[in-house]
C-alpha cells in the first residue's frame, strides 16, 4: 500500500471512531430525554406507585371482609329480635 492509501484508511478509521463516539452521545441524550418525558407524562396523569396501589387494595380487602362479618352479625341479630317478637 502507498502512504497515500495508508493515511486514506487512518483517516477513515478516525471519522467511524468520531461517528461511533458521536452516535453513543446522541443516543444518551435521546434516552435522558425520553425518560424525563416519560415521567412528565406520568405526573401529569396523576398516576399512583404500585405500592400505594397495593396498600389500597390490601385495605378494600379487609372493608369488604369486615363489612360482609358484620351484615352476618346484623342478620343474626334481627333473627334472634324476630323470634323473641314472635315468642312475645
Same mark, same amino acid.
Given at each position: 500500500m502507498t502512504q497515500y492509501e495508508n493515511r486514506f484508511l487512518?483517516?477513515?478509521a478516525k471519522l467511524m471512531t468520531s461517528a461511533a463516539g458521536a452516535a453513543q452521545g446522541m443516543r444518551s441524550e /435521546? $434516552? !435522558?430525554v425520553i425518560r424525563s418525558q416519560a415521567e412528565r407524562l /406520568? +405526573?401529569?396523569l396523576d398516576l399512583v406507585p404500585r405500592e400505594d396501589f397495593e396498600a389500597m387494595r390490601e385495605l378494600a380487602v379487609a +372493608? #369488604? !371482609?369486615e363489612a360482609e362479618e =358484620? *351484615? $352476618?352479625r346484623l342478620e343474626a341479630l $334481627?333473627? #334472634?329480635v +324476630? *323470634? =323473641? $317478637?314472635?315468642? +312475645?
Amino acid at each position: 500500500m502507498t502512504q497515500y492509501e495508508n493515511r486514506f484508511l487512518d483517516d477513515v478509521a478516525k471519522l467511524m471512531t468520531s461517528a461511533a463516539g458521536a452516535a453513543q452521545g446522541m443516543r444518551s441524550e /435521546v $434516552e !435522558t430525554v425520553i425518560r424525563s418525558q416519560a415521567e412528565r407524562l /406520568v +405526573a401529569d396523569l396523576d398516576l399512583v406507585p404500585r405500592e400505594d396501589f397495593e396498600a389500597m387494595r390490601e385495605l378494600a380487602v379487609a +372493608a #369488604r !371482609t369486615e363489612a360482609e362479618e =358484620l *351484615k $352476618e352479625r346484623l342478620e343474626a341479630l $334481627e333473627a #334472634r329480635v +324476630a *323470634k =323473641l $317478637e314472635a315468642g +312475645a
